[in-house]
């Protein structure tokens, strides 16, 4: 079982940055992929960005791709997610998600993800 903690999360103001972290523990050996889900209230969680462990290969949702950037660091078991020229409409709560196996998926659906944190708020004021 591999457990996932994000944090980094506040307020921005709008046209401003912030950087996501994602550290996991416990069965990181056989980490596969990891991902970022966000939800805002009233809303599905929705697919964000995500990276496979050994490749380094991305997805990101057309929402974000310009502005986003996931990145992993293997050593350390983390994964950002750099959040550039951020406006109200990026205001949610976002998650970290993990997957320890080998999955023919897209990895762009929370269905593929076994592992959750508990959330970090980003909000974005205008």
């Known amino acids: 079982q591999v457990q996932v903690v994000e944090s980094g999360g506040g307020l921005v103001q709008a046209g401003g940055s912030l950087r996501l972290s994602c550290a996991a523990s416990?069965?990181?050996?056989?980490?596969?992929?990891m991902g970022w889900f966000r939800q805002a209230p009233g809303k599905e969680r929705e697919f964000v960005a995500s990276?496979?462990?050994?490749?380094?290969?991305?997805r990101y949702a057309d929402s974000v791709k310009g502005r986003f950037t996931i990145s992993r660091d293997n050593a350390k078991n983390t994964v950002n997610l750099q959040m550039n020229s951020l406006n109200a409409e990026y205001t949610a709560v976002y998650y970290c998600?993990?997957?320890?196996?080998?999955?023919?998926?897209?990895?762009?659906?929370?269905?593929?993800?076994?592992?959750w944190g508990q959330g970090t708020q980003v909000t974005v004021s205008s």
């Open positions: 998600a993990a997957r320890d196996t080998f999955t023919t998926s897209t990895l762009t659906t929370p269905s593929a993800f076994p592992s």
């Open positions: 416990g069965r990181t050996f056989s980490m596969y992929a």
């Open positions: 990276i496979k462990l050994s490749t380094g290969a991305t």
